[in-house]
T-cell receptor, first 114, second 113 residues
Framework: NAGVTQTPKFQVLKTGQSMTLQCAQD?????MSWYRQDPGMGLRLIHY???????DQGEVPNGYNVSRSTTEDFPLRLLSAAPSQTSVYFC?????????????FGPGTRLTVT | GESVGLHLPTLSVQEGDNSIINCAYS??????FIWYKQESGKGPQFIID?????DKRQGQRVTVLLNKTVKHLSLQIAATQPGDSAVYFC????????????FGKGTKLTVNP
């Protein structure tokens, strides 16, 4: 299994540009999430999904859209990039079994908005 | 435990010593807690979890303690090794089935050989 894969690894955008961060998992996990991590901070939840066709907002959803058309893929769209969205973005997938909720994280996408 | 501004709390230990990393969580309604390890340039990695109906849980070289009275979580690492050097995060999940994890700001552990 490849686990959770994210592309691209690095990206530089100009203010106002749009782009999609890709995330895919091959573990047949129901749950997928997007987080952002800023220097000296923990991870903050942007959006999450509990299954194909179902998404919900996290703590910091503004400026981002998601969709979950398949179990495997959970892309994150930046509609109009702003410097405040400069961050490292992590996608995670997880299963919940017998009360255990184990998330597997991708390697991250480092985004810079100038 | 909690950081102030951009500065992560740090813990520096000698190889072979035991490490204790602390975390204060915010929501008394949280009923599930997880510790993650994040090495430089990588995504977080699950270490151990604990439910609110437990006070203590042990894994391989790690122990998590939960004190619900003061909303405090700790991670103990026995015989700390250089490979344990990383940033450690606690995360809490409120009850109610939302599956929304809330992460703490992290503690940077440095293990000196």
């Amino acid at each position: 299994n490849a686990g959770v894969t994210q592309t691209p690894k690095f990206q530089v955008l100009k203010t106002g540009q749009s782009m999609t961060l890709q995330c895919a998992q091959d573990m047949n996990h129901e749950y997928m999430s997007w987080y952002r991590q800023d220097p000296g901070m923990g991870l903050r939840l942007i959006h999450y999904s509990v299954g194909a066709g179902i998404t919900d907002q996290g703590e910091v959803p503004n400026g981002y859209n998601v969709s979950r058309s398949t179990t495997e893929d959970f892309p994150l769209r930046l509609l109009s990039a702003a410097p405040s969205q400069t961050s490292v973005y992590f996608c995670a997938s997880s299963y919940k079994l017998a009360g255990v909720y184990e998330q597997y994280f991708g390697p991250g996408t480092r985004l810079t908005v100038t | 435990g909690e950081s102030v501004g951009l500065h992560l709390p740090t813990l520096s230990v000698q190889e072979g010593d035991n490490s204790i990393i602390n975390c204060a969580y915010s929501n008394s309604a949280s009923d599930y807690f997880i510790w993650y390890k994040q090495e430089s340039g990588k995504g977080p990695q699950f270490i151990i979890d604990i439910r609110s109906n437990m006070d203590k849980r042990q894994g391989q070289r790690v122990t998590v303690l939960l004190n619900k009275t003061v909303k405090h979580l700790s991670l103990q690492i026995a015989a700390t090794q250089p490979g344990d050097s990383a940033v450690y995060f606690c995360a809490e999940m409120p009850s109610g089935g939302s599956e929304k994890l809330v992460f703490g700001k992290g503690t940077k552990l440095t293990v000196n050989p």
